[in-house]
């Protein structure tokens, strides 16, 4: 059996990204004998963040206002229930991720992405890491095996930004207003961090609709 192609659509500055990761993987847990391939796509929950990131309380208090205080401790939440200790006060700066998600486009042909998009969501949401600055993004390909050297000198260029642009629009064509969002089998696509049993569940019904497709 071929595998199932999972698309993640998702943005680094994203939380409820992190924790649908940690739900997709318990997910995955769940049907141990089901080939899968994962792959991490574009998307820019706030588009007008210019190159360098802009302040993060200025940028929490413009977009919620009174009410980040209480989004950010049921985010927080959820993270403990998936394993994660956010850090969000150590967050000086939300990025451009234009960078982020080149290195996620490039971490793929080399068997790398997941490795890589979990250094991304650490460094951003428990290091207070800069995920726009190059010489982070370069450390976090290394961990995960990758050139930093090469990563380092393609950030340096354009190579590719074209390639997200079309990704992110892409998305938007087929209907997807928020992150993550899961794709299975180019079939089935599921909004939201929702729970494994969910996740679980679509993976079943996709294999159910391919196997009827013969």
């Known amino acids: 059996m071929s595998a199932m192609t999972i698309d993640v659509v998702s943005d680094v500055m994203c939380p409820w990204c992190y924790i649908g990761k940690r739900r997709l993987e ?7 004998d089901l080939p899968v391939d994962v792959r ?15 302040d ?22 959820a993270g403990r229930d998936a394993g994660i200790d956010f850090r969000f006060t ?22 790398a992405q997941d490795s890589v998009v979990e250094g991304l969501f650490r460094s951003f949401f428990t290091e207070g890491g800069d995920v726009e600055d190059i010489d982070t993004l370069g450390a976090i390909a290394e961990d995960a095996g990758m050139d930093g050297k090469l990563v380092r000198e393609l950030l340096e260029t354009d190579a ?10 892409q998305a938007k064509q087929i209907g997807v207003q928020g992150v993550p ?7 089935l696509a599921v909004m939201g961090a ?10 079943d019904k996709t294999l159910d609709a391919l196997h009827e497709a013969g």
């Open 26 to 32: 318990t997910a995955l847990s769940m049907r141990p």
């Open 56 to 77: 993060r309380v200025e940028y929490l208090e413009k977009k919620f206002g009174e009410k980040a205080t209480t989004i950010y401790a049921q985010i927080e939440q």
């Open 90 to 111: 150590d967050i000086l700066r939300s990025p451009n991720t234009t960078n982020a998600h080149r290195l996620i486009r490039w971490s793929y042909g080399q068997n």
């Open 194 to 203: 929702q729970a494994p049993e969910i996740l679980a569940d679509a993976m």
């Open 181 to 187: 969002c899961f794709i299975f089998g180019a079939r």
């Open 40 to 54: 991490w796509r574009a998307y820019k929950l706030d588009p007008t963040i210019p190159d360098g990131g802009v």
């Open 160 to 169: 590719d930004k074209d390639s997200i642009d079309a990704e992110i629009e």
